[in-house]
C-alpha cells in the first residue's frame, strides 16, 4: 500500500499478512473530513494493525503519534514501516512516533493515569467482537481527548452506533465499502 497524501506521499509501507487494513477510499476519506493539516496535533491509533492510518497522519505534519497494537506481527510491522520512512533507527524512534504493544484498553486506562490527552483518536478494532463501544466508553471514562477534538471509528455492519455515545457526539457518519466511518467529538 501507498501513503496518499503529505510529506511522504507515494510512498510504499508494509501490511501484515492476515489484517483487514483500512482502504485507501477509507484513509482518504479520513483526512478530507478532519483537514489535511494536523501541524503540533497528537494522534493516537489504537489497534493500529500495519500503521497506516497514523503514518497517513504522520506524513500530514501530526507533532506526535502514538501507535497501539497488541498482536507481535503488527507491531514488528509498523516498526518495520517506521523504519521505511526514516522515523526510525535501530531501536530508536523520531520523537514524533510511540509504538506500544499492548491491548488498546489498557493503554487507554494507562494514559489516563499518566494524564495523557490526544486531539485525534482513530479506531479499528477487529469487527462483530463489540470493541468499538468499549473503547468510547473507555475513552470517555479516562478522559484521554482533548476537548475539541475528533474521534474516528472505523466498523462494521452488524455494529451499531448511536448518535450520541459514552460523552461524545456523532458529527459524521459513512459507509465505505464494507466497512462505515464514524466521526465523534467530545459533547
Given at each position: 500500500?501507498?501513503?496518499?497524501?503529505?510529506?511522504?506521499?507515494?510512498?510504499?509501507?508494509?501490511?501484515?499478512?492476515?489484517?483487514?487494513?483500512?482502504?485507501?477510499?477509507?484513509?482518504?476519506?479520513?483526512?478530507?473530513?478532519?483537514?489535511?493539516?494536523?501541524?503540533?496535533?497528537?494522534?493516537?491509533?489504537?489497534?493500529?494493525?500495519?500503521?497506516?492510518?497514523?503514518?497517513?497522519?504522520?506524513?500530514?505534519?501530526?507533532?506526535?503519534?502514538?501507535?497501539?497494537?497488541?498482536?507481535?506481527?503488527?507491531?514488528?510491522?509498523?516498526?518495520?514501516?517506521?523504519?521505511?520512512?526514516?522515523?526510525?533507527?535501530?531501536?530508536?524512534?523520531?520523537?514524533?512516533?510511540?509504538?506500544?504493544?499492548?491491548?488498546?484498553?489498557?493503554?487507554?486506562?494507562a494514559f489516563g493515569v499518566k494524564k495523557r490527552s490526544f486531539h485525534i483518536?482513530?479506531?479499528?478494532?477487529?469487527?462483530?467482537?463489540?470493541?468499538?463501544?468499549?473503547?468510547?466508553?473507555?475513552?470517555?471514562?479516562?478522559?484521554?481527548?482533548?476537548?475539541?477534538?475528533?474521534?474516528?471509528?472505523?466498523?462494521?455492519?452488524?455494529e451499531y452506533l448511536p448518535e450520541k455515545q459514552e460523552g461524545f457526539s456523532?458529527i459524521k457518519r459513512q459507509r465505505y465499502g464494507k466497512s462505515f466511518l464514524?466521526?465523534?467529538?467530545?459533547?
Open positions: 500500500m501507498k501513503i496518499l497524501t503529505g510529506a511522504y506521499r507515494g510512498r510504499n509501507f508494509y501490511m501484515p499478512v492476515d489484517i483487514r487494513p483500512t482502504q485507501n477510499m477509507t484513509r482518504k476519506a479520513i483526512f478530507d473530513l478532519i483537514g489535511h493539516d494536523l501541524s503540533g496535533l497528537t494522534v493516537l491509533d489504537l489497534y493500529a494493525g500495519s500503521g497506516a492510518v497514523g503514518l497517513e497522519a504522520l506524513s500530514l505534519g501530526a507533532g506526535k503519534v502514538t501507535f497501539v497494537e497488541k498482536a507481535p506481527k503488527c507491531v514488528d510491522t509498523i516498526a518495520e514501516n517506521l523504519t521505511l520512512l526514516g522515523l526510525k533507527n535501530g531501536n530508536d524512534f523520531d520523537n514524533r512516533c510511540e509504538l506500544l504493544q499492548a491491548d488498546a484498553l489498557a493503554a487507554i486506562k483518536v482513530f479506531l479499528d478494532p477487529p469487527y462483530d467482537r463489540g470493541l468499538v463501544k468499549k473503547t468510547l466508553k473507555t475513552l470517555s471514562a479516562y478522559d484521554i481527548v482533548h476537548p475539541v477534538s475528533f474521534i474516528i471509528v472505523q466498523y462494521g455492519k452488524s456523532l464514524a466521526i465523534f467529538q467530545k459533547k
